[in-house]
């Protein structure tokens, strides 16, 4: 094992979902990689906790979405083969709300435009086959078999461990204070443990990474966000196999849940659940009655037979751009620095590719895969 202020080819900064994908692609690779971690690992101070964590093909945001979630699918199936751990189950998905609505016309959209498998269910019909919802009259629903959800805390040590075992140095509890550019076009990182230089660097830190790069500042800004878990009266109808992973547009707003999993309750949440921008050092952690309301009424009202006991309420942290599309590049100015950041709430079903991405503009300053929609300078006139 290395000690402090040893070289490596590249360090990762943040061992999340992004940052443990990253570490362990390019240990695959032969790179002496150091991943660097300031909480545990895994940990429930970020984005990439949460017990479940959507994936579905069908993909509203953008259909420039599809081809890395296609990939993203094959890589988390590889992960799980490769770690026998469970890291990946498809329940099938839901994406509904009124026919004219972004969240189901931009789902069908997606699908039709890449022969993607689906159906049109009315909201009479997703009650028949799937009795855990109750949808308004009127309502449309696209039906993607392959959706589920991704296990992040098992998806994170399946990639540290791959990451480890290729020959990896994985740190948690050690805080990077800040890099800087050394003269012969590498990087050298500062930590509360020590020194160490580079020719590469990746930041991966979630809701941090705008305070190691003024670039991300105003990019990439975290926001709190709650989930919440709520008992059923008949837990069978909202297990896995009976329940799929969903995204509903509603006049409440926009919401997501899963099926029961790992905690004896259905899960729910709210996109920019109260429009809270925070410091990620410094906000309130702990969920309060008003985070809880807003979530309960939309079970009441729209999957009424879990709106029973409270289980579980927890925070976490969303990370926004301004269009709300994800941020892949390196640094203008620095091109051995290569950035993940800007995920919006939607970007953790695509860790799995976002780390081989980051290990390609690593490495080689560029990818095969198709990122130029993420790119930095899009934000060049302002608009975004």
Same mark, same amino acid.
């Given at each position: 094992?290395?000690?402090?202020?040893?070289?490596?080819?590249?360090?990762?900064?943040?061992?999340? %979902?992004?940052?443990?994908a990253?570490?362990?692609h390019?240990?695959?690779?032969?790179?002496d990689?150091?991943?660097?971690?300031r909480?545990d !690992?895994?940990?429930?101070?970020?984005?990439s906790?949460? +017990?479940?964590?959507?994936?579905?093909?069908?993909?509203?945001?953008?259909?420039?979405?599809?081809?890395?979630?296609?990939?993203?699918?094959?890589?988390?199936?590889?992960?799980?083969?490769?770690?026998?751990?469970? +890291?990946?189950? @498809?329940?099938? #998905? !839901?994406?509904?709300?009124?026919?004219?609505?972004?969240?189901?016309?931009?789902s069908? @959209?997606?699908?039709?435009?890449?022969?993607?498998?689906?159906?049109?269910?009315?909201?009479?019909?997703?009650?028949?086959?799937?009795?855990?919802?109750?949808?308004?009259?009127?309502?449309?629903?696209l039906?993607?078999? /392959?959706?589920?959800?991704?296990?992040?805390?098992?998806?994170?040590?399946?990639?540290?461990?791959t990451?480890q075992?290729?020959g990896?140095?994985?740190?948690?509890?050690?805080?990077?204070? $800040?890099?800087?550019?050394?003269?012969?076009?590498?990087?050298?990182?500062?930590?509360?443990?020590?020194?160490?230089?580079?020719?590469?660097?990746? &930041?991966?830190?979630?809701?941090?990474?705008?305070?190691?790069a003024?670039?991300?500042?105003?990019?990439?800004?975290?926001e709190?966000?709650?989930l919440?878990?709520? =008992?059923?009266?008949?837990?069978?109808?909202?297990?896995?196999?009976?329940?799929?992973?969903?995204?509903?547009?509603?006049?409440?707003g @926009?919401?997501y849940?899963?099926?029961?999993?790992d905690?004896?309750?259905?899960?729910?949440?709210?996109?920019?659940h109260? /429009?809270? @921008?925070?410091?990620?050092?410094?906000?309130?952690? /702990?969920?309060?009655?008003?985070?809880?309301?807003?979530?309960?009424?939309?079970?009441?009202?729209?999957?009424p037979?879990?709106?029973?006991p409270?289980?579980r309420?927890?925070?976490c942290?969303?990370?926004? #751009?301004?269009?709300e599309h994800?941020?892949?590049?390196?640094?203008? $100015?620095?091109p051995?620095?290569?950035v993940?950041?800007?995920?919006?709430?939607?970007?953790?079903?695509?860790? #799995?590719?976002?780390?081989? +991405?980051?290990?390609? &503009?690593?490495?080689?300053?560029?990818?095969? =895969?198709?990122?130029?929609?993420?790119?930095?300078?899009?934000?060049? $006139?302002?608009? %975004?």
């Amino acid at each position: 094992m290395h000690s402090p202020d040893d070289r490596y080819d590249v360090v990762v900064v943040g061992v999340g %979902g992004m940052g443990s994908a990253t570490t362990a692609h390019l240990a695959e690779r032969g790179l002496d990689v150091l991943g660097l971690e300031r909480y545990d !690992i895994p940990h429930t101070m970020g984005s990439s906790h949460g +017990i479940t964590r959507i994936i579905r093909r069908a993909y509203y945001e953008h259909p420039s979405y599809i081809p890395l979630i296609e990939r993203a699918y094959d890589l988390w199936d590889e992960l799980a083969a490769e770690t026998d751990r469970e +890291i990946i189950r @498809r329940t099938g #998905s !839901i994406d509904a709300g009124p026919e004219d609505t972004v969240v189901f016309e931009g789902s069908l @959209r997606s699908c039709e435009q890449h022969d993607i498998p689906h159906e049109v269910l009315t909201s009479e019909e997703v009650s028949e086959r799937f009795p855990g919802y109750r949808l308004p009259e009127g309502y449309k629903a696209l039906y993607q078999p /392959d959706g589920g959800f991704v296990v992040p805390e098992q998806s994170i040590i399946g990639h540290v461990e791959t990451a480890q075992a290729a020959g990896a140095d994985v740190r948690a509890r050690e805080r990077v204070h $800040d890099w800087e550019p050394t003269p012969a076009g590498g990087v050298r990182v500062e930590t509360d443990r020590g020194t160490y230089d580079a020719s590469a660097l990746v &930041l991966a830190a979630g809701a941090w990474n705008y305070k190691f790069a003024d670039e991300l500042d105003g990019l990439a800004v975290p926001e709190r966000q709650v989930l919440g878990w709520f =008992q059923p009266e008949r837990p069978s109808t909202f297990e896995p196999d009976n329940f799929p992973v969903w995204n509903l547009q509603v006049p409440e707003g @926009r919401f997501y849940g899963l099926p029961i999993y790992d905690v004896p309750g259905l899960k729910i949440g709210k996109y920019h659940h109260r /429009d809270e @921008r925070v410091d990620p050092d410094s906000y309130e952690t /702990d969920p309060d009655r008003d985070d809880e309301r807003l979530l309960r009424e939309v079970v009441a009202n729209y999957f009424p037979e879990a709106d029973g006991p409270t289980m579980r309420l927890a925070t976490c942290l969303f990370t926004n #751009s301004p269009d709300e599309h994800f941020i892949l590049d390196t640094l203008p $100015d620095h091109p051995q620095v290569a950035v993940g950041a800007g995920f919006s709430g939607h970007g953790f079903k695509f860790a #799995s590719v976002i780390g081989e +991405i980051l290990a390609d &503009l690593a490495v080689d300053g560029e990818t095969d =895969q198709p990122i130029d929609m993420f790119r930095l300078d899009r934000f060049d $006139d302002g608009t %975004g």
